[in-house]
């Protein structure tokens, strides 16, 4: 998972908009013994040569920025947000978030209306738990097994937005929010830049970011490493966490050919490798009798657990966009490739669990994304495109458990060992149609079909969805909108079956019940109306509100020490709640202030039910609970003021702490309230 940082942080390089330790351009020139600078002398021209071809060069790259521009608008007409919720975290946004550029992605959300944060580092947007859809220039991203608020780089970040609400139909398997990222180029990076970012819980995170345009290409690649020692959240009231640190490696690349002024080529890639160690809690008790274990062995201590895991991600994206007069279209195929290796303390899981398991959970997915966009007449645009992409999953396991009576008595002192070797396949398919049509010049509608079809070696569902908002702009200052979509969210491909749970019966990790049924498809309803209101050119509100009613909600948890979400369903829930977001810039001035409130409630438990115990599963048959990620109030404000060379900002965040205990009746301690401030002079 990403690192966590809840102290303020000392920074060698924190918001200078400016390289942080060196910049690295390139120079046509040389140096002669003397350390003279010169130029070859076949590069020498006379001052009116040098003019003449600066004005040439200038107007060739000039030319290209413009066509590179009109690919990116045309680009935009394909996935436009027609009525949904958006809320953008710009550049100057960005530089006054704490750790400026060497924040997370998860940060950047958390100043937000409607987003919170656990203490694995995972985001929710209103009330749902990872149902998030990944786009990174308009190209959709494979999803993860543990979603890429982690493995994006921030530092690729021009701007990002988070679409949230009824989307387009054009938008699905994953529905809570879109989180949308417009990255860096070539053209926009000026010089390429060498940075060191460091501060409290050891913390060192070196970056380099290169880029360039020429001609028709653009390049842009950037690479990082993170070290500290708070990798994952720290389970302890204690400040500084034992047995946490993380290593961190990433790199995104993006590379564009521009074939003529009506095509695009774009490759993105990225790679991910993080290794973390399990932070632990002191002074548990020993619940096994270990045989393993030499008599008077005082090593065997909670707070001396060795546990770790490593995560890795890599993907790739192809993506060919033509631009016509009315016509566009941007065809994407993909492939993405992710792996999570568990390794345990076998001694001490054995004495404090009663198993020790070694994990190995991989995915292999391969897909490709069609989007096309018509203008049929000046009222009418079209939207229509497939999706559709194949997943396989595979989960290896190596356990150490002690056989048990049938009552849970412990019968032998050395462990049994365990292997399994399980997987999953699945797959996805959509199509879509939707139109925008301009009633009036003050009223849009935006209506449309979505068909979606999953099947898997578990499941197989479908659905059709009508999609439908109408935006009103009521006079220049005002405008509403409300807006209805009917939603089908499928399940990761995880799921664990009969045979696999058979194999733990009658030892220290055997589940209190073998009911296991199968995954199940989220179908839900979901409006959303809301209004903004331009009180001055420079101050706006905005007041959304939204409610949503499903069936086989969807959920995942953390099941066991290693960190791999799990997901099972309810058999009803619903989700509600209301955003308040307010903002006002001028000049170098620049202030928001954001809260909301999110109300959850779920019924009955109906997929992957061996993970709860009989009790648990019983009183949620019977009543309404919260989800586990639930945190009722959540808020954000922030004040900031630049000038050309100083920076001064205010930052808080304030979340009400998510869900714990038996049946998610009680508040976890993840409550999350904080304040950060710095003051940078030239």
């Known amino acids: 998972m990403l690192s966590r940082r809840t102290g303020l942080c000392c920074a060698a390089c924190f918001l200078s908009t400016a390289p942080c330790l060196a910049q690295a351009q390139g120079d046509t020139l040389r140096k002669d013994a003397s350390g003279t600078s010169q130029r070859p002398a076949s590069a020498q021209k006379t001052p009116s040569q040098?003019?003449?071809?600066?004005?040439?060069?200038?107007?060739?790259?000039?030319?290209s920025i413009t066509v590179s521009a009109k690919l990116d608008h045309a680009r935009a007409r394909i996935f436009p947000s027609l009525g949904a919720v958006s809320y953008k975290i710009d550049e100057r946004q960005i530089n006054v978030t704490p750790g400026g550029q060497n924040a997370s992605i998860s940060q950047y959300l958390l100043r937000v209306p409607g987003v919170v944060q656990d203490g694995n580092g995972q985001i929710h947007v209103r009330g749902d738990h990872n149902n998030l859809t990944y786009r990174v220039n308009g190209i959709l991203l494979p999803e993860s097994l543990n979603g890429y608020a982690q493995d994006l780089?921030?530092?690729?970040?021009?701007?990002?937005?988070?679409?949230?609400?009824?989307?387009?139909?054009?938008?699905?398997?994953?529905?809570?929010?879109?989180?949308?990222?417009?990255?860096?180029?070539?053209?926009?990076?000026?010089?390429?830049?060498?940075?060191?970012y460091g501060g409290s819980y050891n913390t060192i995170n070196p970056s380099l970011q290169m880029g360039g345009s020429k001609g028709k290409w653009d390049w842009f690649f950037v690479t990082s490493?993170?070290?500290?020692?708070?990798?994952?959240?720290?389970?302890?009231?204690?400040?500084?966490?034992?047995?946490?640190?993380?290593?961190?490696?990433?790199?995104?690349?993006?590379?564009?050919?521009?074939?003529?002024?009506?095509?695009?080529?774009?490759?993105?890639?990225?790679?991910?490798?993080?290794?973390?160690?399990?932070?632990?809690?002191?002074?548990?008790?020993?619940?096994?009798?270990?045989?393993?274990?030499?008599?008077?062995?005082?090593?065997?201590?909670?707070?001396?657990?060795?546990?770790?895991?490593?995560?890795?991600?890599?993907?790739?994206?192809?993506?060919?966009?033509?631009?016509?007069?009315?016509?566009?279209?941007?065809?994407?195929?993909?492939?993405?490739?992710?792996?999570?290796?568990?390794?345990?303390?076998?001694?001490?899981?054995?004495?404090?669990?009663?198993?020790?398991?070694?994990?190995?959970?991989?995915?292999i997915t391969g897909g490709a994304q069609f989007d096309n966009s018509y203008r049929l007449t000046s009222d009418h645009t079209l939207r229509f495109g497939l999706i559709g992409q194949y997943t396989s999953e595979r989960l290896r396991t190596q356990s150490l458990a002690f056989a048990t009576s049938d009552e849970g008595e412990q019968l032998s002192r050395i462990p049994m060992s365990i292997y399994d070797a399980s997987g999953n396949w699945a797959v996805q398919a959509a199509a879509y149609l939707q139109?925008?049509?301009?009633?009036?010049?003050?009223?849009?509608?935006?209506?449309?079909?979505?068909?979606?079809?999953?099947?898997?070696?578990?499941?197989?569902?479908?659905q059709i969805s009508p999609r439908a908002n109408f935006v009103w702009k009521v006079t220049p200052k005002l405008s509403a909108h409300i807006g209805y979509a009917r939603y089908f969210t499928p399940p990761s491909p995880q799921y664990i079956g009969l045979a696999t749970l058979q194999k733990f019966v009658n030892t220290s990790s055997a589940p209190?019940?073998?009911?296991?049924?199968?995954?199940?498809?989220?179908?839900?309803?979901?409006?959303?109306?809301?209004?903004l209101y331009k009180v001055t050119p420079h101050y706006q509100i905005t007041l959304d509100a939204f409610n949503k009613w499903a069936k086989n909600l969807g959920d995942i948890g953390q099941f066991g020490r290693a960190v791999i979400n799990t997901p099972f369903s309810y058999r009803t829930g619903q989700v509600y709640g209301a955003e308040l977001s307010n903002s006002w810039r001028k000049g170098g001035w620049s202030l928001f202030g954001n809260v909301s409130y999110?109300?959850?409630?779920?019924?009955?438990?109906?997929?992957?039910?061996?993970?709860?115990?009989?009790?648990?599963?019983?009183?949620?048959?019977?009543?309404?609970?919260?989800?586990?990620?639930?945190?009722?109030?959540?808020?954000?404000?922030?004040?900031?003021?630049?000038?050309?060379?100083?920076?001064?900002?205010?930052?808080?965040?304030?979340?009400?702490?998510?869900?714990?205990?038996?049946?998610?009746?009680?508040?976890?301690r993840n409550?999350?309230?904080?304040?950060?401030?710095?003051?940078?002079a030239s």
């Open 512 to 531: 209190e019940s073998l009911i296991e049924s199968p995954l199940k498809v989220e179908h839900s309803h979901y409006i959303d109306a809301g209004i």
């Open 153 to 196: 780089d921030s530092r690729i970040i021009q701007s990002v937005s988070l679409l949230t609400g009824t989307l387009p139909a054009q938008f699905g398997f994953r529905t809570a929010g879109v989180i949308d990222v417009t990255t860096k180029t070539g053209a926009s990076l000026k010089e390429n830049q060498l940075g060191i």
């Open 225 to 363: 490493y993170n070290q500290d020692d708070i990798g994952i959240d720290n389970p302890t009231a204690s400040f500084r966490p034992t047995h946490d640190r993380t290593r961190q490696g990433k790199g995104f690349t993006y590379l564009s050919y521009r074939v003529d002024d009506q095509n695009r080529i774009s490759l993105l890639g990225s790679a991910s490798y993080q290794h973390f160690q399990l932070p632990n809690t002191t002074a548990l008790p020993i619940k096994f009798d270990n045989g393993l274990i030499p008599p008077g062995d005082r090593t065997i201590q909670s707070r001396l657990l060795r546990d770790t895991q490593l995560e890795q991600d890599y993907y790739g994206v192809l993506s060919w966009q033509h631009t016509a007069d009315r016509y566009n279209m941007q065809l994407s195929p993909y492939v993405s490739y992710g792996r999570i290796n568990y390794n345990p303390d076998r001694l001490r899981d054995l004495s404090f669990q009663g198993i020790a398991q070694q994990e190995m959970n991989d995915y």
């Open 671 to 680: 409550m999350r309230f904080s304040i950060s401030a710095i003051s940078i």
């Open 50 to 63: 040098a003019r003449t071809a600066s004005r040439a060069y200038q107007s060739s790259e000039e030319e």
């Open 435 to 462: 139109d925008e049509y301009r009633v009036t010049r003050k009223l849009t509608f935006n209506y449309g079909l979505r068909w979606d079809q999953f099947a898997s070696n578990f499941v197989n569902d479908h």
């Open 598 to 668: 999110v109300h959850t409630r779920a019924r009955d438990i109906n997929s992957a039910e061996y993970q709860f115990e009989a009790k648990e599963l019983a009183y949620i048959k019977q009543h309404a609970i919260a989800l586990d990620h639930q945190a009722s109030i959540a808020a954000s404000a922030g004040a900031s003021y630049e000038t050309r060379h100083d920076m001064a900002y205010l930052d808080f965040v304030y979340s009400s702490g998510l869900r714990s205990g038996f049946a998610n009746q009680g508040r976890s």
